[in-house]
């Protein structure tokens, strides 16, 4: 079964007309998309976008064999002109099935948002799945009977339409899944391809044709990520989306409660509000039994609080102490955790703060915390597959 893509962007294309944003800036030539349509097998087209005819011609595609035009989502502005000898478009009611001549199977599928996916299955059984825009299933069970081959959805708007498509066993390591409906809020190249890359996903120029069932080589999730940064460098929210298209995840938070700090309290509940409903948090320094554990992935926030626990268990802080063990002890605790950090068989992905770019701190409590920390961070990279630095909201991979 062979797809080709006639356009692979949000409802009103990429760029926006007359948006100066700077996405709409740099989707020029190849960047540029038309607003999603699919054509499958030349015989039925998801979604009559104005232009498609042209499209599909720039593809080596002909539209003449058509029996199916479907619509997944409302189209608002003026009305799309239907190009001569096109089957009249329409929306199918959830549920329905329909088989057409030549041997393919449809299915209208249910989504939590205003529109219709269609599950398409070949005359030989392979099977592909058309999400609309800003969708995810609202039913799963009619996605569990075996994964498909290929699934196309709003994977950076709904990246946990894909959690839910895994979850129920529709979204396997063999599924290739392919971002449409990408606007001018999703980051342009190679930002999109390293966002996406991490959610196991990727996405094609308008006009690719996809064969269903070919195994792409989209890289693998790593099994250890470490993500530094400095305060309010977006270190949390990359972390965060690097796992947001798993339908578990555990959150391990190490900052746990403070008295009396009603500003602690509330970017504590910040943290919480926006984590998937799947997440289980778990708030404790007590790492080690959960790398050692079988499970769904972790995310550890962050490193810092972890060490700052350690650091106030050994009483480091104080002169005297340090001096009579708490060095050993910190240290004994770090290489502890980097041990578990190396052998651990989850995914897991750790957050820290990047130290020592400012000032040296005034007192030797601070600067003893620095230096710690920054053993930590270099001890916990080399353990790590992949490491990334956030600056501004921006990640920069620094390994590999």
């Not at 340090?322 to 041990?339: C, K, M, N």
Request: aromatic share 4%; proline share 9%.
């Amino acid at each position: 079964m062979e797809l080709t893509l006639l356009g692979t962007g949000g409802p009103e294309g990429l760029p926006l007309p007359d948006c100066p944003c700077a996405a709409c800036a740099l989707a020029t030539g190849p960047a540029a998309r038309a607003a999603t349509a699919v054509l499958v097998d030349g015989v039925a087209l998801l979604d009559l976008t104005p232009g498609v005819a042209l499209a599909a011609a720039r593809a080596g595609r002909s539209l003449a064999g058509l029996r199916l035009v479907l619509l997944s989502h409302p189209h608002d502005g003026p009305p799309v002109e239907i190009p001569a000898g096109l089957p009249a478009p329409a929306r199918v009611p959830d549920g329905e099935r329909l088989p057409l001549t030549t041997g393919h199977r449809v299915l209208a599928v249910a989504t939590d948002a205003p529109g219709t996916g269609y599950a398409i299955e070949s005359p030989d059984g392979l099977r592909a799945l058309y999400l609309p825009p800003g969708s995810a299933p609202a039913g799963l069970a009619e996605h569990g009977r075996e994964p498909y081959d290929l699934v196309l959805l709003d994977v950076v708007g709904r990246p946990d339409a894909l959690a839910r498509l895994r979850a129920a066993g529709a979204v396997t390591a063999t599924t290739d899944v392919v971002a449409v409906h990408i606007g001018h809020s999703a980051p342009p190249e190679p930002e999109l391809g390293r966002q996406l890359a991490a959610l196991g996903a990727r996405a094609v120029p308008d006009g690719t044709t996809l064969a269903a069932g070919d195994l792409q080589q989209v890289p693998d999730v790593p099994r250890r990520t470490l993500v530094l940064g400095g305060a309010r460098s977006g270190k949390s929210a990359e972390a965060e989306r690097r796992l947001a298209a798993y339908p578990e995840v555990v959150y391990v938070a190490t900052g746990g409660a403070r008295e009396d700090d009603p500003d602690w309290a509330h970017r504590v509940a910040a943290h919480r509000d926006r984590r998937p409903a799947g997440w289980h948090t778990e708030e404790t320094c007590d790492l080690l039994p959960l790398l050692a554990a079988d499970g769904p992935p972790l995310l550890v926030d962050c490193l810092g609080l972890w060490l700052t626990n350690v650091m106030d268990a050994a009483n480091a802080w104080e002169d005297r102490a340090w001096r009579d063990g708490a060095e050993r002890e910190v240290r004994r605790r770090a290489e502890e955790f980097a041990s578990a950090w190396r052998a651990t068989r989850r995914t897991a992905v750790a957050v820290s703060n990047e130290v020592g770019s400012g000032v040296v701190p005034p007192t030797a409590a601070g600067r003893r915390f620095r230096d710690e920390l920054g053993r930590l961070n270099a001890a916990v990279a080399a353990e790590s597959e992949h490491v990334l630095l956030t600056t501004a909201g921006l990640a920069r991979a620094l390994k590999p």
